[in-house]
Nanobody, 119 residues
């Protein structure tokens, strides 16, 4: 099982949008739950959203519900996180990871991508 890889981070103004992508090995993309997390400076890692490969069921943290949308791109083997109405509190390093459906622990963490929301 290879590591996942995030892309799409950058600098955005408050109220703006970004779309992050998580490139996953084929096995993880086809069978695992893939989640997005973030870690802001001085804070712990925060769960944001997850999507099941089988069935496509999604789950969101309350802090991002209604602003962030997780989806699968079957053509590219990526799991994307569309982030809208960003605010400075969304500034963090964003990570994706995968877990087997019956497990609770995520693994194969990517290196992360920096998202900075600032005017």
């Amino acid at each position: 099982q290879g590591r996942l890889a995030e892309s799409g981070g950058g600098l955005v103004q408050p109220g703006g949008s970004l779309r992050l992508s998580c490139s996953a090995p084929r096995r993880a993309f086809d069978w695992y739950v893939i989640g997005w997390f973030r870690q802001a400076p001085g804070k712990g890692r925060e769960f944001l959203a997850a999507i099941r490969s089988v069935g496509g069921r999604t789950a969101y943290a309350d802090s991002v519900k209604g602003r962030f949308t997780i989806s699968r791109n079957n053509a590219k083997n990526t799991v994307d996180l569309q982030m809208n109405n960003l605010n400075p509190e969304d500034t963090a390093i964003y990570y994706c990871a995968a877990r087997a459906p019956q497990e609770t622990e995520y693994e194969n963490w990517g290196q992360g991508t920096q998202v900075t929301v600032s005017s």
